[in-house]
């Protein structure tokens, strides 16, 4: 079993040796461990292109067109079991690279698309090297950690959730979080053997996870949150007793009795979260269907449509001049 460490913070600080401390007990427990300081890598932001579908719907690998350090992290990401990841909150979400890096890798490892297309490949006669590569369909798992300053957790509370966003398109399940907040409070977190102990006992859940399949490994985590799915604690309210879960799309049904707050999501919801492979099918259905839709509106407005663009075209626009400094 190989486990990677990813951290998004500075070197040798407290998301490095936090995501070191766990891949230390994780290889302990017989894990072949790897880590990536990830502000060493050059991970630019997505354009947009849909570059990806294209080449996965061709027959391609459907990886990024952009050329910077995705490729290397992308194939370390391929050969693990499974991910121990660590992103520092600076402004109340976790740091820009690591949304940057899930928006790159989102649509080209999303299981759903994969599958299709390996489908359609197998359909068409291909074999071997002509399919999706098979280590996209591996059953992997993560261990997340969310790491703040602020002694008030809700100054971090969007780290765990948005850090899921790396995870579910390649079907990564999440079986151990931690929102490491009060950083500023705590100084060091060497000087803090509770928390260290927490994190050892991470890399041990991951490193036990490895190989299992996904129906067999609960989620270890310390709280189980209010959504059974994500065990996150974020819920979108619209003036009825109907919720939804915004890291998963799945809608619940809220009670109140006194004090206590009751979420229920049924078993049918929990089934299409997009962290599982029904929610992740649901967006693939919806996405291959606007072809047939904007197509047409596109075509149907022809040149008047173009006409219309051109209005929009360098208007206001600063030009800015980068100076070239020796």
């Not at 989102?106 to 197998?122: M, V």
């Amino acid at each position: 079993m190989r486990i990677l460490g990813l951290s998004f913070g500075r070197k040798m600080k407290n998301c490095e040796i936090m995501v070191k401390s766990a891949l230390m007990e994780a290889e302990k427990a017989g894990a072949d461990v790897a880590f990536i300081r990830m502000i060493d890598m050059d991970i630019k932001t997505c354009t947009g292109c849909g570059g990806c579908g294209r080449s996965l719907d061709s027959g391609g690998n459907g990886r990024c067109i952009i050329k910077d350090d995705l490729p290397y992290v992308d194939e370390e990401f391929l050969k693990a079991d499974a991910i121990i990841v660590a992103a520092p909150v600076y402004a109340l979400g976790p740091s820009g690279q690591l949304k940057q890096m899930a928006d790159r890798m989102g649509p080209s490892h999303d299981l759903a698309f994969l599958t299709k297309a390996n489908e359609q490949r197998i359909a068409d006669g291909k074999t071997g090297d002509q399919l999706v590569d098979p280590r996209n369909f591996k059953q992997r798992y993560a261990g997340l950690i969310s790491v703040g300053g602020a002694s008030t957790r809700n100054w971090t509370s969007f780290g765990l959730p948005i850090m899921h966003i790396l995870c579910f398109p390649s079907h990564i399940k999440v079986i151990d979080q931690i929102d490491a907040y009060n950083m500023g409070g705590i100084a060091h977190p060497l000087l803090d053997e509770q928390l260290m102990a927490r994190v050892a006992r991470m890399g041990r859940n991951i490193a036990q996870a490895c190989g299992k399949p996904h129906s067999e490994v609960p989620f270890m985590g310390d709280e189980k949150g209010t959504c059974p799915v994500c065990n996150c604690d974020l819920l979108t309210v619209r003036g009825s007793t109907t919720v939804e879960c915004p890291i998963c799309g799945i809608y619940g049904q809220l009670s109140v009795e006194g004090d206590k707050v009751q979420v229920t999501f049924s078993e049918a919801e929990q089934k299409r979260s997009r962290l599982n492979y029904d929610g992740k099918l649901e967006h693939y259905v919806e996405i291959k269907g606007f072809g047939a839709i904007a197509g047409p509106k596109i075509k149907a407005a022809g040149d008047a449509l173009n006409d219309k663009i051109k209005t929009f075209e360098n208007y206001r626009e600063l030009k800015f001049h980068r100076e070239l400094k020796l």
